[in-house]
């Protein structure tokens, strides 16, 4: 893991700041919502706490790929080291799988920045609220624009993010922009912060279609040193996030752990588990994965996942395929074009496109331009995206969801 992400960096004054505001990252905070009623985080970190990677041999990988249902204890031996020298018949299996329940199409999507203002303080991201970097907010006419300008690719899916503040982006604004974007997409996903039950209820019923949340790392000691200000230091309120939303009336929730910030294998295995309990609990759900590793920010190019490598990236891809074939898994702009280009089909069943994690780029106006929230590794339009996919004799899909 990289040794700039801790509290080294930060100077005497914020550290002193934050150690006497810092609140129990386990303990709720009055306006959160608990699922008393719950129990899939007590059994993903029980799990968790038991899993010794080290220990699967060979054996235990071929056992693994030649059971037609893939197991939790199968799932545990393809993400182990033993299984890095089985990547061509994972490769096979995984293909298999993702054809069988995807066909050959490929979805493709783009991200919004509607907002980047934070109040949370996590020192790997570039948001981060003691970041310095240029703020700013879409507002309706801002978010309008957007949204056209990103339509006029053929685009009809479409991710909204903005940083965690519920000051700067309150429920209602996060429904409004749901409301605009129902004007020109056919489906809708959302990543903002976590909420209750109400509130996600309410931005279903303004148009939102699935929730993402990145628990960022699942081990709880790590997560408590990188998250040292804000709600999001509320491990247990974030990791509920996809069950409130699906409870809520939320067709779907998207996993992921951020690559690079902890021991990748555990935290790899946690995400599979609470999209695997979870799952089993709403089989209604759709369940989809997102693979991030981390990347380098504003203020700080340093930052970079030294353990995981494309080639600890695609088995992690793959081992989700083989264990949840009927999930979703998204390749994002974070990895480079020609990585990207491999696993769709193999394991990866969306992409996206035409990507700008900064604040109104899209449009290419000049008004309410914020910083990146990270750098990106692939540029490419969604037609130049479609064109590879079509060069994989793939094809391309906007949108399979039709509103009655």
């Known amino acids: 893991m990289p040794k700039e992400i801790n509290e080294s960096i930060l100077n005497d004054d914020i550290r002193n700041e934050l150690q006497k505001k810092r609140s129990d990252f386990m303990e709720y905070l009055p306006d959160m919502e608990v699922l008393k009623d719950s129990d899939i ?18 054996a235990d990988v071929e056992a693994a790929l030649n059971n037609e249902n893939c197991t939790p204890e199968d799932f545990a031996a393809l993400l182990s080291p033993a299984a890095e020298n089985f990547l061509e018949e994972i490769a096979r299996k995984s293909t298999l799988e993702t054809r069988k ?11 919004l920045y509607v907002s980047n203002y934070c109040e949370n303080f996590c020192i790997y991201c570039g948001f981060n609220c003691h970041n310095k970097i240029s ?3 879409l507002d309706n006419d801002g978010i309008e624009r957007e949204m056209k300008a990103i339509a ?9 993010l903005t940083g965690e503040s519920r000051k700067m982006s309150d429920v209602k604004y996060i429904g409004e922009t749901c409301k605009t974007a129902r004007k020109y997409f056919k489906t809708i996903g959302i990543e903002v912060y976590p909420m209750n039950i109400d509130e996600y209820k309410y931005l279903h019923e303004c148009g939102a279609d699935y929730v993402t949340v990145f628990q960022e790392t699942y081990n709880p000691k790590k997560y408590e040193t990188l998250h040292l200000a804000g709600h999001k230091r509320i491990y247990p309120y974030r990791f509920d996030s996809q069950e409130r939303a699906i409870r809520a009336g939320m067709r779907g929730v998207a996993f992921a752990a951020l690559l690079g910030l902890d021991d990748f294998r555990k935290d790899a295995f946690a995400t599979g588990l609470h999209a695997y309990f979870l799952q089993k609990k709403y089989p209604h759900a759709e369940i989809s994965f997102s693979c991030p590793r981390l990347r380098p920010i504003i203020n700080n190019d340093k930052i970079n996942p030294m353990d995981v490598h494309e080639r600890q990236l695609l088995q992690v891809m793959m081992a989700y395929r083989i264990f949840m074939p009927y999930a979703g898994i998204t390749i994002s702009t974070r990895e480079r074009e020609g990585f990207r280009d491999n696993v769709i089909g193999l394991a990866a069943t969306k ?3 035409s990507v700008n994690t900064g604040i109104g780029n899209h449009s290419q106006s000049d008004d309410n331009k914020g910083d990146n929230q990270f750098e990106i590794a692939d540029r490419r339009t969604a037609e130049q995206v479609a064109a590879a996919i079509k060069a994989r004799n793939l094809q391309p899909v906007m949108n399979d969801y039709l509103y009655v």
Not at 101 to 109: D, K, Q
């Open 152 to 160: 006029q690719n053929g685009l009809e899916e479409i991710l909204i």
């Open 41 to 58: 985080m007590e059994k993903t970190l029980n799990a968790v706490k038991k899993y010794d990677y080290n220990k699967y041999t060979s």
């Open 135 to 137: 703020r700013a907010k």
């Open 351 to 353: 992409i996206s496109a």
């Open 101 to 111: 329940h995807f066909g050959n199409s490929v979805y493709l999507f783009t991200p």
